[in-house]
T-cell receptor, first 110, second 119 residues
Framework: DQQVKQNSPSLSVQEGRISILNCDYT??????FLWYKKYPAEGPTFLIS?????DKNEDGRFTVFLNKSAKHLSLHIVPSQPGDSAVYFC?????????FGTGTRLQVFP | DARVTQTPRHKVTEMGQEVTMRCQPI?????VFWYRQTMMQGLELLAY????????DSGMPKDRFSAEMPDATLATLKIQPSEPRDSAVYFC?????????????????FGPGTRLTVL
């Protein structure tokens, strides 16, 4: 049973617009969440994280929002750039393990 | 530029054959993770080690998979015998979790993966 779910397998956004990637989780004990980005033929790389004591964390063009009551987090990319085209994985921490979602493939077109 | 390395990058084998995948974690990292990426499950955690000791291998099919860390610079994942359903990309990741601080997961650094195809 998937404890971390990314229900949109793909997303297509025009360059310069906002990309919003969504993630839902089922375990209210999760207290730390991360987003990883993956290019083809490479391993995932860490992008941004958020602790459950916060509801927002921002790093340049990337902002992660956490809604604990809804068990939902989202990643906003503004403005989107063609180099952002990749697969994005949401992950939740469970003790010292990370539980990953299935990923969302983002394509940013000119 | 420290990075996790994995060999081989690609492996094609026939059903029933033994497969061994290797990983060299980043020097100084004390935790090593093995993941499998599939379309349906995303990134599944197979096993992980801290200070070379296996902490959790509940994600691995025990009858055919085994993971070891013979030394601090080498982690191996072995499948024997391999089956077509094992076809996937296998990632190794390393990280640094302070000893005695359970529940703290630093960001993990992933290798490039081994793409395994079992015919």
């Amino acid at each position: 049973d998937q404890q971390v779910k990314q229900n949109s397998p793909s997303l297509s956004v025009q360059e310069g617009r906002i990309s919003i990637l969504n993630c839902d989780y089922t375990n209210s004990m999760f207290d730390y969440f991360l987003w990883y980005k993956k290019y083809p033929a490479e391993g995932p790389t860490f992008l941004i994280s958020i602790s459950s004591i916060k509801d927002k964390n921002e790093d340049g063009r990337f902002t992660v929002f956490l809604n604990k009551s809804a068990k939902h987090l989202s990643l906003h990319i503004v403005p989107s750039q063609p180099g952002d085209s990749a697969v994005y994985f949401c992950a939740a921490q469970n003790t010292d393990k990370l539980i990953f979602g299935t990923g969302t493939r983002l394509q940013v077109f000119p | 530029d420290a990075r996790v390395t994995q060999t081989p990058r690609h492996k094609v084998t026939e059903m029933g054959q033994e497969v061994t995948m290797r990983c060299q974690p980043i020097l100084g990292h004390n935790t090593v993770f093995w993941y499998r990426q599939t379309m349906m499950q995303g990134l599944e955690l197979l096993a992980y080690f801290r200070n070379r000791a296996p902490l959790d291998d509940s994600g691995m099919p025990k009858d055919r998979f085994s993971a070891e860390m013979p030394d601090a610079t080498l982690a191996t994942l072995k499948i024997q015998p391999s089956e077509p359903r094992d076809s996937a990309v296998y990632f190794c990741a390393s990280g640094s979790i302070p000893d005695g601080l359970a529940g703290v997961a630093d960001t993990q650094y992933f290798g490039p993966g081994t793409r395994l195809t079992v015919l």
